[in-house]
Structure formats: structure tokens, C-alpha cells
């Protein structure tokens, strides 16, 4: 598979099948995804991988827990044009493809529900940042765990990040063990698409390229 594959092939898989990924084939990906670029080479991201046996304890203890404050803004307050827009256009598309109407709360709480159980999928990991580092930094980590996910498509796994994770991250945080100078950024699924899910059949749109970028 060519780069530009990878790139239109990703997308955020919302129903994953059971079938499990193994801990080396994570491990592999994560060793080639440390190539991204980071300023300086801090290489700042610290991740921690959830699979097997320790999938279905944290899944046990999010059922138990419960979400608190994230401790960062995953969406500036009051959102606006044409960032709003775009938000509420796939919020809409993606509750069309599984037929929920608007009116149906309940049927959009319980699909945002499934964030909290990585959407079904067999593994995921979660990614922290020291607190004494920058906003300079975090754009590391999105250059890290997008090298990540091109390399999973390539190897034929599919991945969903997941910044609904970060209020959860006191209970994240005493699962994996991560030191107290550590913060949560996100956390991501990662496994195989249910290919008859609905929800996987969405394409999220992009703006038209004059929309965002000009030549000077």
C-alpha cells in the first residue's frame, strides 16, 4: 500500500469485529510510528497499550467508574465558523447512517456510550504527555499517532482516535499506571472494521482546498 492509500483509506472505525490483534504486531507498529517527527527529537508521547486480558479488566472498571473533568479543552468554548459547521455536519451524518433520528436522545447517548468500550474493538492504547511540556509538544503527538494510524492501515488494521477519553483520565491513569507527571491526551481503538456496521459505511467531508489554503 502507497502512503496516499493509507491516508484516504483511514478513517475513525465506530464498530470493530472481535477478532484480536496481537501484542507484537502492536508493538511493531509503534516502534516504526517513533520515526514521526518531533521538534528537537523530544519525541514526547508515552504510550500505554490495553489488549487481551487487560482489555477485559479495563472494561470492567469502566463499568464501574465514571467520567470526571477532561483536563484540557478538547473544544474551544462557543465554537465557531466554519469549525461549528463542520462539527454538527458529521455529528449528522454519522447519526443518518445508523438511522437516529435528532429527536432520539437515547439512541445518541448510547452510541456515544460506545466510546467507552474503544467502540468494541480487542485493543487500544493511550497516549500521555508530560505536564511540563508545550503546546509544541501535543502537535508532536498528532504527528505521532497519525504516522501510527497509516501504518495500521497498511497492515491492514483499522484504528479510531478518541479524545472522548480524556475526562476519564483519573481512571485511565491509576489502570495503566501512568506517573502523576503524566496527562491524558487520548486514546485509541484499534482492531478490525465491521464491515456490515452501518456507521462504517461514513466518509467525513473536508472543505473545498480554497476554503483553507491560499498560495502568496
Known amino acids: 500500500m502507497n ?17 484480536p490483534v496481537p501484542d507484537d504486531t502492536i508493538r511493531r507498529l509503534l516502534e516504526s510510528a ?5 521538534g528537537g527529537n523530544v519525541q514526547p508521547w508515552r504510550i500505554y497499550v490495553v489488549n487481551g486480558d487487560a482489555m477485559e479488566r479495563f472494561r470492567t472498571v469502566v463499568a464501574e ?4 473533568e477532561a483536563e484540557y479543552p478538547i473544544y474551544p468554548d462557543k465554537l465557531w465558523e466554519p469549525y461549528r459547521t463542520n462539527r454538527f455536519e458529521l455529528g449528522e451524518l454519522m447519526y443518518q447512517t445508523m438511522g437516529i433520528e435528532r429527536d432520539d436522545k437515547a439512541g445518541r447517548f ?13 485493543a487500544g492504547l493511550f497516549c500521555f504527555i508530560d505536564r511540563g511540556m508545550g503546546s509544541a509538544q501535543w ?3 498528532g504527528m505521532f499517532l497519525q504516522t501510527f494510524m ?67
Do not use: K, Y
Not at 517513533?34 to 518531533?38: G, K, M, V
Not at 467508574?65 to 470526571?68: P, Q, R
Open 65 to 68: 467508574g465514571g467520567a470526571g
Open 34 to 38: 517513533a520515526r514521526a517527527p518531533s
Open 150 to 216: 497509516l501504518l495500521a492501515q497498511e497492515a491492514g488494521i483499522d484504528t479510531c482516535p478518541q479524545e472522548a477519553w480524556a475526562p476519564w483520565h483519573e481512571v485511565v491513569q491509576e489502570f495503566v499506571g501512568a506517573p502523576d507527571e503524566e496527562m491524558l491526551f487520548c486514546g485509541m481503538a484499534i482492531g478490525h472494521a465491521d464491515p456490515d456496521a452501518p456507521v462504517n459505511s461514513l466518509e467525513s467531508p473536508r472543505m473545498p482546498l480554497d476554503q483553507w489554503a491560499r498560495w502568496v
Open 139 to 141: 502537535s508532536d503527538l
Open 110 to 122: 448510547a452510541h456515544l456510550a460506545r466510546n467507552f468500550d474503544f467502540f468494541g474493538a480487542p
Open 3 to 19: 502512503v496516499s492509500d493509507a491516508v484516504h483509506r483511514r478513517a475513525s472505525v465506530r464498530a470493530f469485529l472481535p477478532d
